[in-house]
């Protein structure tokens, strides 16, 4: 096993753990009932699956699913539920920049007692960590979850970036998938934290755990590489048939329009459709997401319908030629380069006949 994918392996699932561990502690301390901890207990999944890719498959991906970052979905999504349904009762106070003059203050008494040795030096270096450790305790709840929000998103982008690919996705696939992700988890945390923090909202209950739900719909997509590789199918009589054919050729396109369809742009919009419409919610960045959902929506499926316009075409030309359809394994940019190859090849065959073939009259005379 080579040792910077061992490293990379370990590190990365290293950070989803201390992550997780993070949430659970505020989930902790917020409630003040030390039964929370029992959420860290999610962690020992990750600690499994981190052995058997390991042992199995040398601490590489899989093919077209990430274990490693379901896993770290489901150790640190429970604490940011827990997290963003207390938010509704507590009153931030916190005065900014009030931690920092307390750490100031506490090392300066500190440095005092430290030129007694290293004895005094270790002490100091203890107690700067607690006093750091209770400022952090009182910072405002909702600037915590904010934080915590948004480390969970770059640490799904860059534990991506991070983890070691398998054979079957290539690091041009890998930068793709990374650029696409960056901008679904800004549309992601945009649409948790715009919709969260309006006061009708967390009025009612009910609306927040909507609200959370269709957020937690929209974190399913970041495990899966459907976005940037094409499904390989066999040639079968059964894969000959239409959909089959379109699915083959089209997968990462149609697995897109999908996501944004039913996973993202599509159950975004019905949420602030709903609040709009029924709850009677207007704002300016509320009908702002609304129409660009709408926009979205609308040049996905405008975008449907051009790829199944155009396989219909393909499709009826190869049958007027009487031709046999294109093989579903590939896409058509791949086969149109091969047919061109190949065309090219018997042009030089053509123009140039075989040695045997020119001398064979020479010899008759």
């Known amino acids: 096993m080579e040792l910077m994918v061992l490293l990379n392996a370990l590190v990365t699932r290293l950070l989803f753990v201390l992550h997780s561990l993070i949430g659970v502690w505020r989930v902790t301390a917020v409630k003040k009932e030390p039964k929370y901890w029992l959420l860290a207990l999610l962690n020992l999944l990750l600690c499994l699956e981190t052995g058997l890719t390991l042992k199995f498959k040398q601490g590489r991906g899989y093919k077209w699913f990430s274990p490693a970052i379901f896993l770290y979905l489901i150790c640190?999504?429970?604490?940011?539920?827990?997290?963003?349904?207390?938010?509704?009762?507590?009153?931030?106070?916190?005065?900014?920049?009030?931690?920092?003059?307390?750490?100031?203050?506490?090392?300066?008494?500190?440095s005092r007692d430290s030129s007694h040795g290293s004895e005094g030096i270790d002490h100091h270096i203890i107690q700067t960590a607690k006093v750091f450790v209770n400022q952090l305790s009182t910072i405002c709840e909702t600037v915590w979850t904010l934080a915590l929000h948004q480390t969970f998103?770059?640490?799904?982008?860059?534990?991506?970036?991070?983890?070691?690919?398998?054979?079957?996705?290539?690091r041009d696939q890998l930068s793709q998938l990374l650029l696409m992700f960056v901008g679904t988890a800004a549309d992601i945390l945009e649409f948790?934290?715009?919709?969260?923090?309006?006061?009708?909202?967390?009025?009612?209950?009910?609306?927040?755990?909507?609200?959370?739900?269709?957020?937690?719909?929209?974190?399913?997509?970041f495990p899966l590489d459907l976005a940037v590789q094409h499904i390989g199918c066999k040639p079968s009589a059964?894969?000959?048939?239409?959909?089959?054919?379109?699915?083959?050729?089209?997968?990462?396109?149609?697995?897109?329009?999908?996501?944004?369809l039913f996973i993202q742009d599509g159950p975004f919009f019905i949420v602030r459709s709903i609040l709009m419409g029924h709850f009677r919610i207007f704002?300016?960045?509320?009908?702002?997401?609304?129409?660009?959902?709408?926009?979205?929506?609308t040049l996905q499926l405008y975008r449907l319908a051009v790829i199944t316009l155009d396989f219909r075409a393909t499709v009826l030309q190869k049958s007027r030629k009487g031709e046999v359809c294109c093989c579903p394994c590939e896409p058509y940019e791949a086969r149109t380069h091969a047919a061109g190859h190949q065309d090219n090849e018997m042009k030089e065959l053509v123009a140039f006949p075989p040695k045997e073939e020119s001398q064979a009259p020479s010899e008759d005379h």
């Open 76 to 110: 640190t999504v429970p604490s940011l539920w827990l997290l963003e349904i207390h938010h509704g009762t507590q009153y931030c106070g916190n005065e900014p920049g009030a931690v920092q003059v307390n750490v100031s203050n506490q090392d300066f008494n500190q």
């Open 153 to 170: 998103l770059l640490l799904l982008v860059v534990g991506r970036w991070l983890l070691p690919i398998g054979v079957e996705i290539t």
């Open 192 to 221: 948790a934290s715009e919709t969260l923090d309006i006061e009708d909202v967390r009025k009612n209950y009910a609306l927040i755990n909507a609200i959370l739900a269709v957020w937690t719909w929209s974190m399913l997509q």
């Open 238 to 260: 059964s894969a000959r048939r239409i959909p089959s054919l379109l699915l083959c050729r089209y997968s990462a396109e149609l697995w897109n329009i999908g996501v944004s």
């Open 283 to 297: 704002n300016q960045m509320l009908v702002f997401f609304t129409a660009k959902n709408i926009l979205v929506v």
